[in-house]
T-cell receptor
Framework: DVKVTQSSRYLVKRTGEKVFLECVQDMDHENMFWYRQDPGLGLRLIYFSYDVKMKEKGDIPEGYSVSREKKERFSLILESASTNQTSMYLC???????????FGAGSRLTVL | SQQGEEDPQALSIQEGENATMNCSYKTSINNLQWYRQNSGRGLVHLILIRSNEREKHSGRLRVTLDTSKKSSSLLITASRAADTASYFCATDETGGFKTIFGAGTRLFVKA
């Protein structure tokens, strides 16, 4: 069964901490995405990557960075967490040229 | 930027009834997809309709697309309590890399 795995389902961090959210896919997909989901706002795209070491800003990249050193792994980094980054974070992947995204189970981050 | 906007925001029906959710979008698209999300989980793909298609069926799901009105609808027939979830439309813009999601419709099916 193909999978997108997000390593942490629930995290609680303090303001100012550096936070790493990891996402690994086993489908050899080229494209990977990080979204955040907030009530009433749906999913908003933070960053995406269409190849190793490549990254593109989405709609709300401020306060975030990403890393893609290997094809299967796409990491989201909060350099200095703030309370307004409390949210559900969803990772997804898809093959180049395909349309259907495969999502991970999500990482719920609370910043105190 | 939000591309799709779902309507209604929330819907509560009895088991066995049909549920209809609508989605409007703003730009030219290659295709439109519907996803489902159970509470606190990731999204699961339900169905994709291409811009040159008008209607598509999959089991109890029926999707329509009207590109002249930039709108789509998802119909779930003979709903079940297990259909309780949030439903999102998503669009791939013409010439774009990104899949953009709407805010979703929360469906509650009462047993």
């Amino acid at each position: 069964d193909v999978k997108v795995t997000q390593s942490s389902r629930y995290l609680v961090k303090r303001t100012g901490e550096k936070v790493f959210l990891e996402c690994v896919q086993d489908m050899d997909h080229e494209n990977m995405f990080w979204y955040r989901q907030d009530p009433g706002l749906g999913l908003r795209l933070i960053y995406f990557s269409y190849d190793v070491k490549m990254k593109e800003k989405g709609d709300i990249p401020e306060g975030y960075s990403v890393s893609r050193e290997k094809k299967e792994r796409f990491s989201l980094i909060l350099e200095s967490a703030s309370t307004n980054q409390t949210s559900m974070y969803l990772c997804a992947s898809v093959s180049a040229g395909a349309n259907v995204l495969t999502f991970g189970a999500g990482s719920r981050l609370t910043v105190l | 930027s939000q591309q799709g906007e779902e309507d209604p925001q929330a819907l509560s029906i009895q088991e066995g009834e049909n549920a209809t959710m609508n989605c409007s979008y703003k730009t030219s698209i290659n295709n439109l997809q519907w996803y489902r999300q159970n509470s606190g989980r990731g999204l699961v793909h339900l169905i994709l309709i291409r811009s040159n298609e008008r209607e598509k069926h999959s089991g109890r799901l029926r999707v329509t697309l009207d590109t002249s009105k930039k709108s789509s609808s998802l119909l779930i027939t003979a709903s079940r309590a297990a259909d309780t979830a949030s439903y999102f439309c998503a669009t791939d813009e013409t010439g774009g890399f990104k899949t953009i999601f709407g805010a979703g419709t929360r469906l509650f099916v009462k047993a």
